[in-house]
């Protein structure tokens, strides 16, 4: 890992540049993307640039893996890479466009950090690059290779085969290989890319995770996208721009760029009582675990927890209970903020685990949802025992679990 005289260098200086390196990310993309405005067009999500919250992700993930580097140099966060690195290749992210994140990643530091910025201390945090970038583009190469894509080319087209409205915000989109070309390997809990053309010229990407049968003999897939409303600059606002453009204009017959499944929160093959708990759109992958649960006559226990605004929000509601009930040890809880027609009154406002009889040991759990929702059921199993080993979570968007 870091050489000795990089340790040293780093430990010394990783309160500084941690302290900094919110304000370090802030110039760094302007100047990026001043460079390089394709990037932000038709690669970065608009959205995330103009919330700030692609910054803070980054800003995160820089100090964790440097924190990592010198208070384990044992061993490397693979966890947070492999995260990261299955994003990227969603993406198609290029090893070449690492050299290009450096070039103007230094020069920002350089800019905010001033005459701190020795040559010993330039050579140690380069070496902390390097060492995230080269792991990170060797796992991006990997997962490409699995799939069978060239670097960075993971785009095939699929057609829409049926749209279905789930909710007044959500819709169901099944899709085959427009290609004719087999379905790609996936896994429950994964995600798939889509890119979409805008009408200013842009080719924006988001993840959805893969909802319906994971079965052998399917020829379709299905995405499941909630409408991301405006943010508060209204509709000149890029957070949303492309649910609302796949609500909006998308129908049955048309084609749209998807990319090869990838995600690292997948259902683990084990007989261990599992928790699978969600909140509002977070249920997609859950939905996935469960159908392959069902589909496989997993016969340990399962326990499922979502919690929504209300039964009317809740997307795909009629196949979470019916999958949770289809299991032989299953049962499903849902909370809701405004219950209402048959929602039972004792699980009325948000998700509290206390409510529900959990399994005192081995218990595996899967957390898909907003933010607070994922650190507050995390904070309740950590408080009933579950090791934190145990709790695998998957975040829609930047990562900020790091940045906090």
């Known amino acids: 890992m870091l050489s000795e005289k990089s340790a040293e260098t780093v430990r010394a200086t990783l309160p500084a540049v941690g302290a900094a390196i919110g304000d370090i990310t802030a110039l760094f993309y302007p100047k990026m993307f001043a460079a390089h405005p394709e990037l932000l067009r038709d690669l970065f999500n608009r959205g995330n640039q103009a919330a700030g919250t692609q910054r803070q992700a980054l800003a995160g993930s820089i100090a964790a893996f440097a924190t990592a580097l010198v208070e384990h140099p ?224 997993h016969r340990g226990p399962v326990t499922v927890v979502h919690g929504d605004r209300s039964p009317a929000d809740h997307a795909l509601r009629t196949d979470h209970r019916a999958l949770a009930e289809k299991l032989q040890n299953g049962a499903a809880h849902f909370w809701y903020e405004q219950p209402e027609g048959s929602a039972p009154v004792d699980r009325a406002g948000v998700v509290d685990l206390s409510a529900i009889e959990l399994p005192a040991t081995d218990l595996e759990a899967y957390l898909c949802g907003p933010l607070p929702f994922m650190r507050e059921v995390r904070a309740q199993l950590l408080a009933l025992g579950v090791p934190a080993s145990a709790i695998h979570y998957e975040v829609f968007g930047p990562d900020l679990w790091l940045a906090s």
């Open 74 to 297: 044992e061993q490397r966060p693979d966890a947070m890479l492999e995260r990261i690195a299955h994003k990227h290749a969603s993406l198609g992210v290029t090893a070449p466009q690492y050299h290009i994140v450096h070039e103007h990643l230094f020069a920002a530091i350089v800019e905010v950090l001033g005459d701190a910025v020795t040559e010993e201390v330039a050579a140690a945090w380069d070496e902390v690059y390097w060492l995230m970038a080269n792991a990170l583009i060797a796992i991006e190469n990997r997962l490409y290779a699995q799939h069978g894509v060239v670097h960075g080319d993971t785009w095939r087209p699929w057609e829409v085969t049926e749209r279905i409205q789930e909710t007044a915000d959500v819709v169901t989109f099944r899709l085959r290989p427009a290609d004719g070309k087999p379905l790609p390997a996936a896994k429950p809990g994964q995600y798939v890319s889509v890119r979409v053309e805008l009408p200013d010229g842009a080719r924006q990407i988001r993840q959805y995770s893969l909802t319906g049968s994971f079965a052998e003999n399917e020829t379709t897939r299905s995405i499941t996208v909630k409408r991301v409303l405006p943010g508060a600059d209204g509709p000149t606002d890029p957070a949303g721009e492309v649910s609302n453009r796949l609500h909006d204009h998308v129908q049955v017959g048309d084609v749209l760029d998807i990319s090869a499944p990838y995600g690292d929160l997948v259902l683990r093959d084990t007989d261990k009582p599992l928790l699978l708990a969600s909140a509002g759109i977070g249920c997609t992958p859950i939905l996935a675990m469960l159908g392959h649960l069902a589909e496989t006559d």
